[in-house]
């Protein structure tokens, strides 16, 4: 079965700056990956998602994640970060129909 | 539209006691997930349900969880004699009918369970 590595627990950072948080998978083959987000008080959503083709793929509210096959890696980035970003942010690599989940990254952001 | 909704939002028992946690998915979603979110991790796969059968139950932690979706939508996680250990967010997720393998699972607020 899958497994998935979020590399950073907590990460704080000022208004503006950017983000870029970590994301490995354990074996290739055909992937299905994906970002959730958990703003506080609500529930997962979807941030975005890697089927195939184009390996960098765009997200709602300005993120974006790189696929890179030949690191079992995809990346979450963003190139200014808001207050309301502040959430909690998880990787998932679909392992048949299941989601394996990293242990997620709290993201929070100073005004 | 409406998403996945779960009742009781929060649900709080006695060690020992029988639990019934409920999910309505999607209109028109086949396929149902429950997972569980211990606190600090994220969610782990405990069922799948593809229609009323459960086509993969291999994530359930023991024989006390069981989960039924008796009329292909709404699914109900039961869980028998409850320990602390169980204390956790259920979550669940649904997603269209199975085509390509290309669907995305859209979640639920989930039930915060507390055993005392």
């Known amino acids: 079965a899958q497994s998935v590595s979020q590399h950073n627990h907590h990460v704080i950072l000022s208004e503006a700056a950017s983000l870029e948080l970590g994301c490995n998978y354990s074996?290739?083959?055909?992937?299905?990956l994906f970002w959730y987000v958990q703003y506080p008080g609500q529930h997962l959503q979807l941030l975005l998602k890697y089927f195939s083709g184009d390996p960098l793929v765009k997200g709602i509210k300005g993120f974006e994640a790189e696929f890179i096959k030949s690191k079992f890696s995809f990346n979450l980035r963003k190139p200014s970060v808001q207050w309301s970003d502040t959430a909690e942010y998880f990787c998932a690599v679909r392992d048949d129909y299941k989601l394996s989940f990293g242990a997620g990254t709290t993201v929070t952001v100073r005004a | 539209g409406a998403g996945v909704s779960q009742t009781p939002s929060n649900k709080v028992t006695e060690k020992g006691k029988y639990v019934e946690l409920r999910c309505d998915p999607i209109?028109?979603?086949?396929?149902l997930y429950w997972y569980r979110q211990s606190l600090g991790q994220g969610p782990e796969f405990l069922i799948y349900?593809?229609?009323?059968?459960?086509?993969?139950d291999s994530g359930l932690p023991n024989d006390r969880f069981f989960a039924v979706r008796p009329e292909g939508s709404v699914s109900t996680l039961k869980i028998q004699r409850t320990e602390r250990g169980d204390s956790a967010v259920y979550l669940c997720?649904?997603?269209?009918?199975?085509?390509?393998?290309?669907?995305?699972?859209?979640f639920g607020p989930g039930t915060r369970l507390l055993v005392l």
């Open positions: 997720a649904s997603s269209p009918q199975r085509g390509g393998g290309f669907e995305t699972q859209y």
């Open positions: 074996y290739g083959g055909t992937v299905n």
């Open positions: 209109s028109g979603h086949t396929a």
């Open positions: 349900f593809q229609g009323t059968g459960a086509a993969d």
